[in-house]
């Protein structure tokens, strides 16, 4: 699989441009191609924004027509805000992405200019529309922003990958009985346990609690120290 | 649902600030709270930049430090690029949004200052780190580049949904600190923390285990008793 071409097209800002870049290195793209830049090539407010993203710049291709610039591609998706009448699907980021991600073929996303968007001529090279959903409160993405969502998406974001940061080795059911039995202990000496018939149910709901936790075999140590410390005995069969 | 607060801690540039109220406002999210900035507050760069998000400027609270703004929070996740050592989950952006759709539960995101990131006594508040995906290329994310992507997939279209693993509604953090703060006030008079050395990271270490069994409300008020039957006090401030 690879990542799809970026295109902007006529953009007018230089800034725009150096943080597209940023965006694209951020996510593993890498293929720029810029369409008659407003304010020409190179662009020092470009070069500036494009941090940790000089290189993509400086191999970025630079082309006079989005129709030119775009001859290599398999597929080719235009970003649009506005509805447009023309009979082509309309795709979000993730189905774009899906697609970018299903064969060898080279993909390409354009990118209008900043006050305008694409041009009707320019939208009609497309395969396919892609329409970011916003919020009726500000419609309009910025067009680094714009650039931002697809890579990130093309990114293919690793799914679950939750870590727990534990790098002690849990404990053991004994070390975390030893911790229990000693906290109902000191509990009961001090008359927290006292209500007996609602004893058992709260002495399962603290066990639930901790458990819930997964401490480490460290952890429990230190919960043992702790329970010591504020009952004001030493512990007695400490592990 | 409610979407996640944003908390921008500490944040250095204006228009970081602007644009990130920007891509709040594409994405339907409108808790901005600004912990500290940088340049004082108003700041002109923030409203130039916040197009379309003015309202979400102006009403964004101000606060002093990043643990005075999430107290009413349930859930609190905070961004991290580097690796913490810090016994917490990692969850991608995708599983962050999943979380915040999943209940009625007042949910936050935390950002640190552009330079340098949260501060670990900052990132030691929330529940579980989120990080985002990115490319060997160029790491770092620009400041509201990384609260548009958690922005974008916040928006999403609801999924499959994570459970928050009690039935009772989750504590807050004040009641969570408040419940904390007298542990380590218990532990302060019975010496167990003593070592003055030791004692931020034995701190951090029980905050630790103690967030990750992710406590309701109830079994907070219940842990307060433990901490005073144990400590042989009455709590003082029993909520």
């Keep these: 699989m690879a990542p799809p071409a970026i295109i902007l097209v006529r953009p007018q800002l230089g800034w725009n441009i150096g943080a597209a870049a940023r965006a694209m290195a951020n996510f593993g793209l890498d293929d720029l191609r810029i369409v008659a830049p407003r304010d020409g090539w190179p662009n ?36 649009t805000a506005r509805h447009r009448d023309m009979a082509k699907p309309v795709l979000t980021p993730g189905e774009v992405a899906r697609a970018c991600r299903s064969g060898d073929l080279r993909t390409g996303i354009l990118f209008g200019p900043e006050s305008t968007g694409l041009a009707n001529d320019e939208v009609v090279l497309a395969d396919a529309l892609v ?39 849990p404990a053991t059911m004994a070390e975390f009985d030893g911790f229990f039995d000693q906290l109902v202990g000191a509990l009961d000496s001090s008359g927290f346990l006292r209500n007996r018939e609602q004893r058992p149910v709260t002495v399962r709901n603290l066990r639930t609690m901790f458990q819930r936790a997964g401490l480490s075999g460290r952890e429990v140590r230190t919960l043992r120290g702790v329970v010591s410390a504020l009952a004001g005995r030493p512990d007695g069969d400490s592990v």
Excluded at 44 to 65: P, Q, S, W
Aim: glycine share 6%; proline share 3%; net charge negative.
């Design 44 to 79: 020092a407010d470009a070069r500036a924004m494009a941090t940790g993203a000089g290189d993509i710049l400086e191999r970025a291709r630079l082309h006079a027509t989005a129709r030119e610039a775009v001859g290599d591609l398999h597929h080719l998706w235009a970003t």
């Design 131 to 169: 329409r970011i959903p916003t919020s009726g409160r500000q419609r309009s993405l910025n067009l680094a922003q714009a650039v931002l969502v697809l890579a990130w998406e093309c990114s293919g974001s690793p799914e679950a990958v939750t870590e727990w940061r534990t790098a002690d080795a």
